[in-house]
């Protein structure tokens, strides 16, 4: 449970540095998404998905 909280409290961690750092270069990625066609979408999300899964391996089998 304390695993999940970490991950959870990362990911809020690095997405309120987003917001708060540059919200005018967080508007215009949302206006280039906005022009990507769906699929392009979903495989750059895939991908992000499969990257995240790695991390997640490679901190397991070194211990973390």
Request: glycine fraction near 10%; hydrophobic fraction near 65%; charge should be negative.
């Amino acid at each position: 449970m304390s695993l999940l909280l970490l991950a959870i409290g990362s990911v809020m961690i690095l997405e309120g540095l987003v917001y708060a750092l540059a919200p005018s270069l967080l508007e215009q990625m949302l206006e280039f998404l906005r022009r990507l066609p769906e699929a392009a979408i979903r495989q750059m999300g895939a991908l992000v998905v499969v990257g995240g899964l790695i991390l997640v391996w490679l901190a397991f089998q070194l211990g973390i």
